[in-house]
T-cell receptor
Framework: TQLLEQSPQFLSIQEGENLTVYCNSS?????LQWYRQEPGEGPVLLVT?????EVKKLKRLTFQFGDARKDSSLHITAAQPGDTGLYLC????????FGTGTRLLVSP | EAQVTQNPRYLITVTGKKLTVTCSQN?????MSWYRQDPGLGLRQIYY???????DKGDVPEGYKVSRKEKRNFPLILESPSPNQTSLYFC????????????FGSGTRLTVV
């Protein structure tokens, strides 16, 4: 069974700080996705990475897929209160496995 | 607007009373899926469908049924709901395969008393 572990589980920071969230597995994934979920809403897809070593940027968010395609990271520069939410990584092709989630709180 | 629409958003029901949660997508997606989300357990797949009339069990299918008679609709049926099915439910769709990423609905919060 493929598992995705995220760290940290919780992160509380001040506006303007930088942070990194990690997503790790012992399995190789053909692709990996990152989602953000706000309370009471469904997850929203942020990015899909498919190539080992790939780096994608979405404004202040930088996503990296590990060379061996077993891990990924999400780095947020100068976090803002609007970045608050639950960040989920997910991997797989025919069947998606979701990570355990990182709950981020950015205070003004 | 491209979206996945679930109804109802909130539902309180009693044990044993059959209910259906509807899901519809307007993106002509082939793949649709149902998840439940519980604190500490994350998102768990209930059922999925790769195309019309093709459905298969996910990780937690017990107590649920689904059907896919049309491409756009994928209802979730609870024949005899029990309190352990109290959860937040999400329908999601993807163009061909989940490797391309899901579009999720807004969720249905179900309480079974």
């Amino acid at each position: 069974t493929q598992l995705l572990e995220q760290s940290p589980q919780f992160l509380s920071i001040q506006e303007g700080e930088n942070l990194t969230v990690y997503c790790n597995s012992s399995s190789v994934f053909s692709s990996l996705q990152w989602y953000r979920q706000e309370p009471g809403e469904g997850p929203v897809l942020l990015v899909t990475v498919v190539t080992g070593g790939e780096v994608k940027k979405l404004k202040r968010l930088t996503f990296q897929f590990g060379d061996a395609r077993k891990d990924s990271s999400l780095h947020i520069t100068a976090a803002q209160p609007g970045d608050t939410g639950l960040y989920l990584c997910a991997g797989g092709f025919q069947k998606l496995v979701f990570g355990t989630g990182t709950r981020l709180l950015v205070s003004p | 607007e491209a979206q996945v629409t679930q109804n109802p958003r909130y539902l309180i029901t009693v044990t044993g009373k059959k209910l259906t949660v509807t899901c519809s997508q307007n993106m002509n997606h082939e793949y649709m899926s149902w998840y439940r989300q519980d604190p500490g357990l994350g998102l768990r797949q209930i059922y999925y469908s790769m195309n019309v009339e093709v459905t298969d069990k996910g990780d937690v299918p017990e107590g649920y049924k689904v059907s896919r008679k049309e491409k756009r609709n994928f209802p979730l049926i609870l024949e005899s709901p029990s309190p352990n099915q109290t959860s937040l439910y999400f329908c999601a769709s993807s163009l061909f395969s989940v490797g391309y990423g899901y579009t999720f609905g807004s969720g249905t919060r179900l309480t079974v008393v």
